[in-house]
């Protein structure tokens, strides 16, 4: 589930506790926690309702049904409408582990572990880590034909990299984190 920045915004201050979606069924569960660089939401609760309240266009952060209802039409494509309850479940966890770069040998071999089942079958982690380390604020659909990707697929890999905190998404491109440039200078070591 797609949750625009100021709505997360709103979701942290408190303004906004609820959101609607149209679905042929729901494509989330209760209890499930949504992550970007705004922070963390958590879903409270979802239900298939008939209309929408004012009451619930205005906890939704819309001065009125009509107008969210406008805007579900124009995105949605399913028949039923769901209310989601929402609460903010604070900052991304990533950001404070991509920013620390001291990895002892414990987080090293739970990262080696780590990486090693993601490259189970066709070994691909390295070699991502190092064309971004090597091409900072790249776009993907630049970056993905060097390694033989379609850009969706490659921006997925690249998120697995991120939630290790071994990456981070910049305005244009990547780059790779403290922690990213403290594991791949310890797999360095580990070679020479």
């Known amino acids: ?44 609760s979802i239900k298939e309702v008939r ?46 582990l991509r920013e620390s770069g001291d990895i002892d040998a414990d987080e090293l071999a739970s990262l080696r572990k780590r990486l090693a089942r993601m490259d189970a079958g066709t070994p691909w982690t390295r070699t991502y880590l190092e064309l971004i380390e090597n091409n900072p604020e790249v776009v993907a659909r630049e970056l993905a034909p060097l390694v033989g990707m379609e850009r969706d697929p490659f921006k997925i890999k690249v998120r697995r990299l991120k939630d290790l905190g071994l990456t981070e998404s910049l305005l244009v491109g990547y780059r790779l984190s403290p922690r990213g440039c403290t594991f791949l200078a310890a797999e360095r070591a580990l070679e020479q």
């Open 1 to 44: 589930m797609l949750i625009p920045p100021t709505t997360i915004d709103g979701i942290a201050a408190g303004t906004i506790t609820v959101a609607f979606r149209r679905w042929d069924k729901p494509r989330i569960n209760v209890g499930s926690r949504i992550r970007n660089a705004r922070g963390v939401v958590e879903i409270t």
């Open 51 to 96: 209309r929408i309240t004012e009451k619930d266009a205005r906890a939704a952060g819309f001065d009125s049904a009509a107008a969210l209802l406008k805007l579900l039409d124009k995105k949605s494509t399913g028949d039923r409408l769901y209310r989601i309850g929402v609460a903010y479940g604070g900052p991304d966890p990533r950001h404070a």
